[in-house]
């Protein structure tokens, strides 16, 4: 007999990975329109919570305008004899999961980030209200999870009321993040990995050490430590670290060989503390890019939730769609807010030392992490708003990339003393996960491309003025 018969649309995994696009969504929750949304797991005594309650603070899913963006706040309550404050991360993060079970339910990212789209077909089937949505919650909780023994769900989309709860959730999540600071990666000898988003990428593994969280943000090494105990068969799983085969990219046999088993062999080799050649791969649900600007042999970062272009002229949306999908794509590296924080952040490819743009917002947010003598050498959307202002003000900062364009300039000149011309073999000179050419006043954006020539010619800017 199903447990979800009294649920007017389909529950199961068959709905893992759909997708809600906006003209046949009912009703958009939470996502990039809206300032103040927040998912939160807290861990309650069990006379403070009663079981299988759902609780909706403002208007349900029925009252609010076809087509309309909301902001949203769920809030889960549970209890359990040997439940305690370490699994709260645990519990936060199977919203996600859940939630994509409901047919025609769309919920993406987490934490702060959450973004959640009803399609109209399941409105009009009757999942008018949260107390659906809640009752699968509860359900799934107390059948996946034994070890939660009453569980309380509150929907919350009256503004006044998230306004109040939205500084309290990032207090819990900085808490919490601030307790799995300060393990080190060769500290241990296990890892963890987390496939909760293998639906929307089915060759990406999210691999989890104390020195990188989880893309999302959402699961730390503690995290992945007690969701694999509670849990052995469910998507979050030990990785044993196995031989150190890099230790400067952060290259370890183990999670080679986990991951090829994971994503059917689509994926043989990771390295975490870099973005080039074998980057760590991304789902869809990554707080920020790290993204290689060429023009200043630099990188920028953007986050989730900045609404503007970045330095490159390119949003959010398609520097993330460089990189999404499990794909391993030079230059691009999805990644957490927290692992901008870690001392392994993009470690080997000068770390700090190479970031040259990032928004402001973030640099606040991550600021106490930044070397002292590199923070205000780092421009944001106030600084630059374009290459050619980027390039000026890392000058008159004297950034240390600077010191890198010093050391090319001597070869450059050599061979641009005359032009050099390579024949024969075709010669890759360019790969890009997104190109933008422009060409008749269109906008033509080639896809993961790599270009081939038969002929190379190299001119420095001073003979072409001179020509």
């Known amino acids: 007999m199903s447990m979800f018969k009294d649920i007017p649309v ?23 329109t809206m300032k103040e949304k927040f998912e939160l797991a807290k861990v309650r005594t069990p006379d ?12 349900d899913i029925k009252d ?9 706040g769920i809030l889960v309550e549970a209890a359990g004899k040997t439940l305690d404050q370490g699994l709260e991360g645990v519990i936060e993060r199977r919203i996600h999961g859940y939630m994509n079970y409901i047919e025609g339910f769309m919920h993406l990212n987490q934490r702060y980030d959450i973004w ?5 077909k399941s409105f009009q089937k009757g999942l008018n209200s949260f107390e659906y949505i809640g009752k699968v919650l509860y359900r799934l909780f107390k059948s996946e999870l034994p070890i939660i023994e009453k569980v309380q769900i509150t929907f919350i989309t009256d503004p006044a009321k998230i306004k109040e709860m939205y500084p309290v959730a990032l207090q819990e999540y900085e808490a919490r993040d601030a307790k799995a600071r300060g393990l080190k990666d060769e500290e ?20 989890i050490t104390p020195q990188r969280y989880s893309n999302c943000g959402a699961i730390s090494w503690f995290d992945g430590r007690a969701s694999a105990s ?13 031989e150190v085969l890099n230790a400067e990219k952060g290259e370890f046999a183990g999670v080679n060989e986990a991951v090829k088993k994971r994503t059917l062999g689509e994926v043989n080799q990771v390295w975490f503390y870099t973005a080039f050649d074998h980057p760590h791969t991304s789902c869809g649900c990554f707080e920020a890019v790290a993204f290689y600007i060429p023009e200043v042999d630099g990188f920028g970062v953007v986050n989730r939730s900045f609404k503007g272009t970045t330095v490159n002229g390119l949003p959010f949306s398609t520097l993330a769609d460089s990189t999404a999908g499990g794909r391993q794509i030079d ?33 606040e947010r991550v600021k106490d992490f930044i070397p002292a003598d590199i923070v205000d050498k780092i421009a944001t959307e106030e600084n630059a708003q374009n290459i050619d202002a980027l390039k000026a003000f890392l000058k008159e900062k004297n950034h240390p990339v600077v010191a890198r364009w010093t050391a090319e300039a001597p070869a450059a ?55």
Not at 25 to 32: A, D, F, R, S
Not at 48 to 59: A, L
């Open 331 to 363: 230059g691009f590296h999805g990644m957490s807010i927290e692992y901008m924080r870690s001392k392994k952040f993009l470690s080997a490819d000068g770390g700090w030392n190479r970031v040259v743009w990032l928004p402001k917002e973030v640099k």
């Open 413 to 467: 000149e050599e061979a641009g003393a005359e032009a050099k011309e390579e024949e024969g073999a075709m010669v890759p000179v360019a790969t890009a996960a997104t190109l933008p050419i422009m060409a008749g006043g269109f906008k033509i954006i080639l896809k993961d491309a790599k270009i081939y020539a038969k002929k190379v010619i190299v001119r420095s800017m001073k003979d072409e003025k001179k020509s």
């Open 230 to 242: 509670i849990d052995p068969k469910g998507p979050v799983f030990e990785i044993e670290r196995g």
């Open 116 to 120: 959640i789209r009803l399609g109209k």
């Open 10 to 32: 389909d529950v199961g995994v068959i709905y893992e990975g759909e997708r809600i696009r906006r003209n046949d969504m009912q009703v958009e929750l939470g996502g990039p």
């Open 188 to 207: 241990v000898d296990k890892f963890y990995g987390c496939v909760l988003c293998q639906s929307f990428a089915p060759s990406h593994v999210c691999v």
């Open 64 to 72: 609010l305008k076809e087509g309309g963006a909301y902001p949203l």
């Open 48 to 59: 403070e919570i009663e079981d299988g309650k759902v609780i909706i603070i403002g208007p």
